[in-house]
């Protein structure tokens, strides 16, 4: 069925025949109406309030929304495909409007003509496989990215970094990855904040830095050591502006020499009138300007500032923000407006840190556009701690996976207010152990946005040791630490499949409809998915403790207890609080960071990935699964019979389980 170009013109009409599916295209002076069978509608990028979109209406625009999405999104994309196995997508960054509540209608500016249109045909992974191919290779995180992460804004000091450290050993809590964000002084995002240095235009190096000891960061590079030597690696927040200081902030000079010369050699985007182009008020960072990064130089000036924090060990960044184009008629270096630009900024400032941070290390991104894949994680933004706000980020993970962006996460238990309950803190941490990305992140004590929605001033970390001292609650530190263990334990197969998805240009978290093609049952079951090869059905409402599961043809078991269950039905399931309801299918497999023998849950040690032979747990009479990773394996298994073999290069000593 492949894929059609088409270059659109107004007041066009083009028939396509996608294996005997017809597909009508008609345009007017500013509108595409499509017409062609379906029930069900996917991706359109993070979609947060629904996986189906049929019925709803969109904006392909980039927007900060702080909680509370709803139709809005940091992440639009414009490409969507339906379950009668053709899809869409426009090569535009101007926005767009999509309706989908009668057929499918798009609106836009009429000066975006001509538009570049694609129009696919296949299964939903061909269709997603072919949108990556056109938009970007995707690049693979580092291996200790798929480990579990910690971050809480009120982070500020060594001190209290060197808390969470301590808390980690003591209460055996596996973590791979530490961000922080309140780590930089509030005018520049670059120094060590109460560091002493001497202003200049040029680059600093480390050496360039004093630190005293009662400053807040006393010796960074020693603490990123110890980071390092836990088994933990480290990302600094980041933001795309040239901050306007407050009339409450310092003056800080190192900003204002900044400042001048990011005017003087224009390496922020201009009005008309030759005035720099700010952020209006009413917005995040009112008065600030943004780096242009479509200006070869003024990237290099930007991260020539940042490249001692890579040199001193810093093993990427939380590139937050991105929304920042409010003006149509700003200019930018090549020649673009804010029309295009405000979807194509987002992309342009995180393939600019892409680029700059390497391979070795990765990004953590909130806004994004066309080719996001390539950059190469994103997460879910701000949400409050409610249950209707985990089921949204349930609805903008797989909406933003079946739109072709491999590695994603969320904020665990939600980012803003007051603390989840400890039932949602369970249901988060069981959803998070099976998506790409597992992190924990809060806001500012007291509530960055408290004047809006006020709530008490507490320590509002979303660890486990916060969440068992505020709750008082001794068992919620093994519930929920239990959780931390099996991701950890998982970690070997999670990282051989985000090395496939790469190489097949496939999510890591799917759809039904995407790995089950002629199921129809997966047009409406849409609150379960698969995360490679398991099948994953949370609970995302309060007070439940039954659900329904769909389970394809086959034999699937128990990823915990090993009970087999028939497929080719539903059943309705009992789950506690402390449980999570996940599937193997039969004839899959699983390599686990465990001893043969041991039991899901098991602690392999603070920041250890692999600490002891790998086991290979095969499931069903018969079987194969193709193992991968970065230290030289690339084989497949089989069994039958109770006989296991393995064909290829098997670097790695591994144990066999057959279940």
């Known amino acids: 069925m492949g894929v059609h170009k088409v270059e659109l013109k107004e007041y066009s009409k083009y028939d396509f025949n996608l294996d005997g599916i017809i597909v009508e295209l008609q345009t007017g002076a500013d509108r595409l109406s499509i017409k062609g069978d379906f029930q069900a509608i996917f991706g359109l990028g993070e979609r947060f309030s629904s996986v189906n979109h049929k019925g709803f209406k969109y904006a392909n625009h980039v927007e900060e929304q702080f909680c509370n999405q709803k139709n809005k999104t940091y992440f639009p994309l414009p490409f969507f495909y339906t379950d009668k196995k053709w899809g869409v997508f426009f090569e535009t960054p101007y926005q767009m409007n999509f309706d989908f509540t009668d057929g499918i209608t798009v609106t836009f500016d ?26 970007g290779k995707p690049l693979c995180p580092p291996k200790w990215a798929f480990g579990p992460w910690i971050s809480g804004h009120r982070w500020n000091s060594s001190k209290l970094v060197d808390e969470q450290l301590d808390a980690l050993i003591a209460y055996k809590i596996p973590v791979t990855a530490m961000v922080l964000e309140q780590w930089s002084d509030e005018a520049t995002f670059y120094v060590f904040n109460q560091a002493k240095y001497t202003p200049k235009n040029e680059p600093f190096i480390y050496e360039d830095f004093t630190f005293e000891s009662d400053a807040p960061w006393p010796d960074p590079k020693g603490m990123i050591d110890r980071i390092h030597k836990q088994g933990l690696k480290l990302l600094l927040w980041q933001c795309p502006v040239v901050k306007k200081l407050g009339a409450d902030e310092p003056a800080n000079s190192q900003h204002a020499l900044d400042e001048e010369e990011a005017i003087n050699k224009r390496y922020i985007p201009m009005m008309p009138d030759e005035t720099p182009y700010r952020i209006p008020n009413g917005h995040w960072f009112p008065g600030s300007m943004i780096p242009d ?56 400032y995180v393939e600019a840190y892409s680029a700059f941070c390497g391979e070795d ?37 797989l909406s933003v996976s079946s739109s072709g962006q491999l590695f994603w996460g969320f904020d665990i238990g939600g980012f803003s207010g007051e603390l989840p309950t400890v039932e949602l803190y369970k249901r988060a941490v069981q959803f998070a152990v099976f998506t790409p990305i597992m992190q924990l992140h809060s806001e500012p004590v007291g509530g960055q946005f408290s004047g809006m929605r006020p709530t008490k001033r507490f320590i ?50 799917q759809q039904g409809l995407v790995r089950f093609p002629d199921d129809e049952n997966f047009i409406i079951v849409n609150d379960q998915y698969f995360f490679g090869d398991i099948l994953v059905a949370p ?16 034999l699937w078991f128990n990823l915990f207890s090993n009970e087999a269950i028939d497929g080719g039905q539903s059943h309705d399931l009992d789950v506690s609080e402390n449980e999570v309801l996940a ?8 390599v686990l960071n465990l001893s043969v023998a041991s039991r ?60």
């Open 600 to 659: 899901l849950g098991d602690f392999v040690g603070n920041g250890t990935i692999y600490d002891h032979p790998l086991t290979i747990r095969c499931f069903g009479k018969k079987g194969c699964y193709h193992y991968m990773d970065s230290d030289g394996n690339d084989f497949v298994v089989k069994w039958e019979n109770g006989q296991v073999d393995i064909e290829g290069t098997q670097i790695t000593e591994f144990s066999y389980e057959l279940i």
């Open 361 to 397: 290390r990765t990004l953590f991104s909130r806004a994004g556009y066309i080719g996001q894949q390539q950059c190469p994680i994103q997460w879910a933004g701000d949400q409050e701690s409610t249950c209707s706000e985990l089921k949204s980020v349930f609805n903008a993970g």
């Open 539 to 554: 609970i995302l409402e309060p007070g439940k403790g039954q659900r329904s599961v769909y389970f394809p043809n086959g």
């Open 460 to 509: 509002n970390d979303r660890t486990p040791w916060n969440m068992a001292t505020y709750y008082e609650d001794e068992t919620l530190m093994d519930e929920v630490g239990y959780y931390f263990n099996v991701r950890m334990n998982l970690l070997p197969t999670i990282y051989c499949e985000a090395l496939k998805a790469v190489k097949s240009r496939k999510p890591m978290m």
């Open 583 to 590: 599937f193997v299918p039969s004839g899959s497999a699983l």
């Open 110 to 135: 009429q000066s975006v003509f001509p538009i570049t249109l694609y129009l696919f045909g296949g299964n939903p992974l061909q269709m997603i496989g072919d949108f990556i191919e056109l938009t």
């Open 293 to 348: 990064f479509t200006n070869a130089q003024a990237r290099r000036w930007w991260f020539d500032k940042r490249q001692y924090l890579l040199d001193i060990g810093v093993d990427g960044f939380k590139t937050d923000g991105g929304e920042f184009v409010y003006s149509e008629e700003c200019i930018f270096s090549n020649g673009s407006t804010g029309k295009s630009m405000v979807n194509q900024y987002a992309f342009e």
